[in-house]
């Protein structure tokens, strides 16, 4: 199929780690994305990775990635209030049309 | 550097009425993309341009969408007339190219569009 899968919501406590899982269906997909949206707002990109690496950090986000079972996540560490949104993974088909494919969002609730 | 900025954020229009909404792309951003997103679901894609060329537009119900980019800068989406089922967040982005490394897409805020 051609569906991104995500699980549809996510609770933890604030300063604990929150993991946001994808899965992705196209092995020639270049990049995977992930994006934040805020109640009312557009998407706010937050990272990206591209499909020959298997981790990227940037500052308390960290992308791994399993390409073999085509398998993305997201940890964002010391999670906090403010991150507490809707998170999206998008894969890119091929670099040649630019089209993303976003799976249906996880809902992080982070409880003080 | 300023964002995508789009306009109206919200517009609430009876069925069978025209709409329009209006898209300015971050400054030098060749490519620029119109999605669509439904209540509870990710964004998808409408159509997308390269400059004021309409690459890839399959996924646009063409008898009611129209769009149009005729400078290659700003864009306008179109629906006429509008349905119940068209209620929902339209969501345009750009992106620079290749040539900068990555082609990432920004997006801007969405107008959120109501059809009673």
């Known amino acids: 199929g051609e569906d991104v899968e995500q699980s549809l919501f996510l609770s933890v406590r604030e300063g604990d780690s929150s993991v946001i899982n994808c899965t992705y269906t196209?092995?020639?997909?270049?990049?995977l994305y992930w994006y934040k949206q805020e109640p009312g707002a557009g998407l706010q990109l937050l990272t990206y990775?591209?499909?020959?690496?298997d981790m990227k950090q940037d500052q308390r986000l960290t992308v791994l990635l399993n390409k073999k079972d085509k398998h993305l996540s997201l940890r964002i560490a010391d999670t906090q209030t403010g991150d507490s949104a809707i998170y999206f993974c998008?894969?890119?088909?091929?670099?040649?049309?630019?089209?993303?494919?976003f799976g249906q969002g996880t809902t992080l609730q982070v409880k003080p | 550097e300023a964002g995508v900025v789009q306009s109206p954020r919200y517009k609430i229009i009876e069925k069978k009425q025209p709409v329009a909404f209006w898209c300015n792309p971050i400054?030098?951003?060749?490519?620029l993309y119109w999605y669509l997103q439904n209540l509870g679901q990710g964004p998808e894609l409408l159509i997308r341009y390269e400059n004021e060329e309409a690459v890839d537009d399959s996924q646009l119900p063409k008898d009611r969408f129209s769009a149009e980019r005729l400078k290659g800068v700003d864009s306008t989406l179109k629906i006429q007339p509008a349905e119940l089922g068209d209620s929902a967040v339209y969501l345009c982005?750009?992106?620079?190219?290749?040539?900068?490394?990555?082609?990432?897409?920004?997006f801007g805020p969405g107008t959120r569009l109501t059809v009673l």
């Open positions: 990775i591209f499909s020959n690496m």
């Open positions: 196209d092995s020639s997909s270049t990049y």
């Open positions: 998008a894969e890119l088909r091929s670099s040649n049309t630019g089209k993303l494919i």
């Open positions: 982005a750009s992106s620079p190219g290749w040539e900068s490394g990555t082609d990432t897409q920004y």
């Open positions: 400054s030098g951003h060749n490519t």
